[in-house]
């Protein structure tokens, strides 16, 4: 399957992970399973941040009670890797739920688009949407 990402979303993916550089930045994605339609940032309020991220649960609470009450579907997650590749690391695979959520990764200039399924992560390719 091939995923449609919105320029906006690839933009603010692309300055939330400048900003908050050497950190790590974590935000979360709405859409469905095929296009992703806009993004928001979140704090990353895990412990170390530099090399690790955790979504403020605030966010990620009312992002799914307005989902809840009609509002945007969350498709997924997204983070960078500061001094990494734009791949699941080995952190990323024990945070995985295995729900088919999409994961964006943000590593240097690239962004990768990942489904959190059965098996761990697979590798999805996009292509970006007008609008």
């Known amino acids: 399957m091939r995923l449609s990402v919105t320029r906006e979303v690839l ?3 692309e300055e939330a992970a400048l900003a908050a550089h050497p950190h790590e930045c974590c935000g979360i994605l709405f859409g469905d399973d095929d296009l992703i339609t806009a993004a928001m940032p979140a704090n990353n309020i895990h412990s170390n941040p530099a090399a690790h991220f955790e979504i403020d ?22 983070h960078s890797h500061p001094n990494g590749l734009a791949q699941p690391s080995a952190t990323d695979r024990d945070s995985s739920a295995s729900d088919g959520k999409i994961w964006a990764i943000i590593g240097g200039s690239s962004i ?13 390719s996009y292509s970006v949407a007008d609008g």
């Open 11 to 13: 933009d603010l993916m």
């Open 57 to 78: 649960p605030q966010t990620l609470i009312g992002a799914y009670r307005d989902e809840r009450e009609g509002g945007p579907r969350i498709a997924g997650y997204y």
């Open 112 to 124: 990768t688009f990942w489904r959190d399924d059965a098996e761990c992560f697979t590798a999805l």
